[in-house]
């Protein structure tokens, strides 16, 4: 049995400035940490209508930190909010410690969790953009070892009188345009892959919402159900931020008809600005869906809260009027609630419950399949390619011989309807 890796024990700090949100902030902020393979072993927190614009808490509480720091022998604080660069500063200066805020440590996890070419560029960006306003004099040995850049070579390449610190962001700079350029190769051998898709005129769902809502486990019910191969099923563990990666499958119903299904990466509260604009093209499988499927964790407590999280991000991301169901999953974590439950486009359900499933399906049907019609073909015999074409990707209604030829009752898509307009018979 493989050893469990042991955990960095760290501090957590809040400003409370009244929100009626900030429990919930700093729950998540923990989940954060635990997601990073930290502990909290301590959380210290102080009500302030703004942070102090140098050490982020009062004088007396950066005092109480320093001490704690000290007492617990920890060497690592996380804040649960983005601190400027001069916070970071004054901060480690007090309390003699690391400290990492609520971006950083989102990063750190993206970081650790990103698979794909695509997805490391991207946190890679992001990571890059978020470090340029936060360099400082003292961090020039750290990116010279990150950079590989040594300090006699850094002075060959100098201008006259830079500084060490202008020439540490013009190296991150430089970094940052040849990532840039990296990214966009990616992106280009992606934009194919969605384009061929799109050609192929199946329509796509995607599974949007919060981080850990269950995307993937309602994701790999779908494909044990409707997939051709069960080892294309998608990783799922119980852990924020567990995938980042987009996963695409073509899933085909009973009936012959055909969708793409994608997972993509699940939203948290305050997700750093420049990691939304980095996932921009991963969550273009999104953007450029039939219909999207909002995957709830409905027995937190604070599920509305994440609900609101999504559809913000959705905006920031540019998704907008394309129909939604929600799905309200985790129903089988609650006492005396009944599932699955339907009401409009509203699902109560549970992704390891098969009924929920052929629920949900049935309402992706609505919504993707209107571009359907009931036609009356009769095919030559010596066009048997159309007869297995059509048993292959339509919903065969009915088949008789006649002295003509095959005669077939089936429903297809518009545009097959006009592919095989010549065969048809009226009624």
Avoid: C, W
Avoid at 309 to 315: D, F, G, N, W
């Amino acid at each position: 049995m493989p050893q469990e890796e042991t955990k960095t024990s760290v501090i957590t700090i809040g400003l409370d400035r009244g929100d009626t949100n900030f429990d919930y902030s700093m729950e998540e902020l923990n989940n954060l940490v635990l997601a990073n393979n930290m502990d909290s072993i301590e959380t210290i927190t102080q009500k302030l209508d703004r942070p102090d614009p140098a050490t982020y808490f009062g004088k007396g509480k950066i005092e109480l930190l320093g001490q704690t720091v000290q007492d617990l022998g920890v060497d690592t604080v996380i804040a649960n909010d983005e601190l400027s660069p001069s916070q970071i500063r004054n901060i480690e200066k007090n309390i003699n410690a690391r400290i990492i805020d609520r971006t950083g440590l989102i990063l750190e996890i993206f970081a650790n969790r990103a698979q794909s070419k695509e997805a490391k560029l991207q946190v890679e960006l992001a990571k890059l953009k978020y470090q340029l306003p936060r360099l400082h004099t003292s961090a020039s040995q750290r990116l010279d070892q990150q950079t590989g850049t040594s300090a006699g070579g850094g002075f060959t390449n100098r201008g006259s009188g830079e500084s060490q610190l202008e020439l540490n962001r013009r190296t991150l700079q430089n970094k940052i345009d040849h990532v840039k350029g990296e990214l966009k190769e990616a992106q280009k051998a992606n934009d194919t892959k969605r384009k061929q898709r799109d050609k192929n005129d199946i329509p796509t769902v995607a599974l949007v919402g919060y981080t850990n809502a269950g995307k993937s486990t309602v994701m790999n019910g779908m494909i044990q159900k409707f997939g051709m191969h069960e080892e294309k099923q998608v990783m799922v563990k119980d852990m924020l931020f567990a995938t980042l990666d987009t996963s695409v499958r073509q899933l085909t119903l009973p009936d012959q008809k055909k969708f793409l299904l994608s997972d993509t990466v699940g939203f948290v509260s305050q997700l750093p600005h420049n990691l939304v604009e980095a996932f921009k093209s991963t969550l273009a499988e999104a953007a450029n869906a039939d219909l999207l499927i909002q995957v709830v964790d409905y027995s937190d407590p604070d599920y509305k809260l994440m609900m609101q999280t999504t559809e913000e991000t959705l905006k920031e991301i540019g998704v907008t009027n394309i129909p939604m169901i929600i799905a309200f999953n985790k129903a089988d974590k609650l006492d005396n609630q009944p599932y699955p439950t339907r009401e409009g486009n509203d699902l109560i359900m549970s992704a390891l419950n098969s009924e929920s499933l052929d629920d949900l399906t049935a309402m992706i049907k609505d919504e993707i399949f209107d571009n359907y019609q009931v036609v009356k073909l009769l095919i030559p015999f010596d066009k048997g390619n159309i007869v297995a074409y059509l048993n292959d990707n339509t919903h065969v209604i009915s088949t008789d011989y006649t002295d003509a030829g095959t005669l077939i009752e089936a429903e297809v898509t518009n545009v097959d309807a006009d592919r095989f307009i010549d065969y048809q018979v009226s009624e």
